[in-house]
């Protein structure tokens, strides 16, 4: 099978596409026919070596994907049914999506919704699927269209698109943060009222400034995530999922002592099963499909090596999904 494999030689990094012998997969008492992957951020920074996200070598990357289930020991699946993955450590762990073949635990699998077929999941994909994890942990804390502006972060990418489109199909009032003021046409038509440039918040801020914002999707952290905090009403809610623009937090106690602002953390990677399929399921009632098909390129695997770079150097907005079949 094909797949894309990564390598660490004596310190030595490499990618390459390359044909993979099925048998070395590793164990898993489920194994697919990967019809359709995403190129996620996780995913790039594994492929490029740019961060440590790969923890053991050789390995496929992709850490999700859609297709038929060709053989199961599992009394949850049979063959021919359609499934999903996200997470669950695969592309890091254990041998993920990029590839024609997936061997998996049969328990990281959700069945998937009539709703989609395997394109359009990988189209939604992780970043879509965490979008949808974000708005319910909003929605979990009481936060109504109602009560105000919700801020979206890293507006232009994956999560961020999807969250947008799904934030103003239930009716709220989205401001779309983004270092990318060509992509404003594109992030109205999702959905977003509004468009805040990056840099306003991009910088150490006061440790409480105006109150704006009824709830936040946060996929960048670092100073966007304590200055949103800090800009946060009084007893809203951060959701906060990535760290595009780092991992630090410097920020301070004052919104969530003297405002009572609540940062929720989403995690999609081990997220137990029941909010996924509550996840995949709302997805399927409150995400515009037509939206969905506009934030969405399509490319094939021999592509997904060079798309990384680009994913990480800002130069890709929305979804890319990956044909891994030939």
Request: negative net charge.
């Amino acid at each position: 099978m094909k797949a894309l494999l990564i390598e660490n030689n004596n310190n030595e990094y490499q990618t390459e596409l390359k044909n993979f012998d099925e048998n070395l997969l590793p164990e898993g008492d489920v194994t697919v026919e990967v019809e359709y992957s995403g190129l996620n951020y996780k995913d790039a920074l594994a492929i490029t070596g740019k961060s440590p996200v790969v923890r053991q070598f050789p390995m496929i990357p992709g850490i999700d994907f859609a297709g038929k289930v060709i053989q199961s020991d599992s009394p949850n699946f049979k063959e021919g049914d359609t499934v999903v993955l996200n997470g669950w450590g695969v592309g890091e762990r254990h041998c993920g999506g990029l590839a024609e073949r997936a061997r998996v635990k049969s328990d990281w699998l959700i069945p998937l919704p009539a709703a989609f077929n395997a394109r359009q999941a990988m189209a939604i994909g992780t970043a879509g699927y965490t979008a949808m994890l974000c708005v319910l942990e909003l929605e979990k804390h009481g936060v109504k269209p109602e009560d105000g502006e919700i801020l979206v972060t890293g507006a232009a990418g994956g999560v961020g698109s999807v969250a947008i489109a799904i934030l103003a199909k239930l009716g709220y009032k989205v401001i779309a943060l983004t270092g990318r003021a060509s992509q404003a046409d594109y992030l109205k038509s999702l959905g977003a009222h509004d468009i805040l440039d990056r840099a306003e918040m991009s910088q150490p801020g006061r440790p409480l400034g105006r109150e704006r914002w009824a709830g936040v999707i946060d996929v960048v952290g670092s100073h966007v995530l304590a200055n949103a905090c800090a800009t946060t009403q009084y007893g809203g809610v951060v959701a906060a999922c990535g760290l595009a623009g780092g991992m630090d937090f410097p920020a301070s106690v004052a919104p969530f002592i003297l405002r009572g602002v609540k940062l929720a953390g989403v995690d999609s990677v081990m997220c137990p099963y029941e909010k996924r399929m509550e996840a995949w399921s709302r997805l399927a009632t409150d995400l515009d499909l037509e939206l969905l098909e506009s934030l969405t390129t399509d490319i094939a695997l021999d592509e997904a090596i060079e798309k990384s770079e680009a994913l990480l150097a800002g130069e890709v907005r929305g979804r890319l999904v990956v044909k891994t079949m030939s």
